[in-house]
């Protein structure tokens, strides 16, 4: 498991948004809670740092955001983006790496 600052911001930005929010009923003081940033801390221990050499890759989905994980996979060279998001999921593979969704790679493993 791979991670730049720049998908560490990502990640960050999105737990504030009010429909990530609703789906995963989580409440402001959830987001704003210790152990919900203490999560992300865990992650940043258990992956490996990237040093974020690509900013982004040219627009390749309709949410531009998401082009900063398609840049870090590049930058790993990974065999895998797993994420729940359609843009990236609709993709199917970018640059040699197959986007899935994490039930597929629940089973692949």
């Known amino acids: 498991m791979f991670i730049t600052p720049q998908?560490?911001?990502e990640l960050e930005?999105?737990?504030t948004y009010p429909n990530?929010?609703?789906?995963?009923?989580?409440t402001r003081a959830d987001i704003d809670a210790p152990l919900l940033w203490r999560v992300i801390e865990v992650l940043k221990s258990?992956?490996?740092t990237l040093p974020g050499v690509y900013e982004a890759v040219?627009?390749?989905t309709s949410d531009e955001?998401?082009?900063v994980f398609l840049a870090a996979a590049m930058e790993a060279g990974a065999d895998y983006v797993?994420?729940?998001d359609p843009h990236l999921l609709n993709l199917k593979?970018?640059?040699?790496t197959q986007i899935i969704s994490l039930a597929l790679f629940a089973q692949l493993l």
């Open 93 to 96: 593979y970018h640059r040699g």
């Open 7 to 9: 998908t560490l911001a």
């Open 58 to 60: 040219t627009a390749v």
């Open 65 to 67: 955001s998401d082009n």
């Open 13 to 15: 930005r999105v737990l």
């Open 20 to 26: 990530v929010r609703q789906n995963y009923a989580l």
């Open 46 to 48: 258990h992956a490996r």
């Open 82 to 84: 797993v994420t729940q």
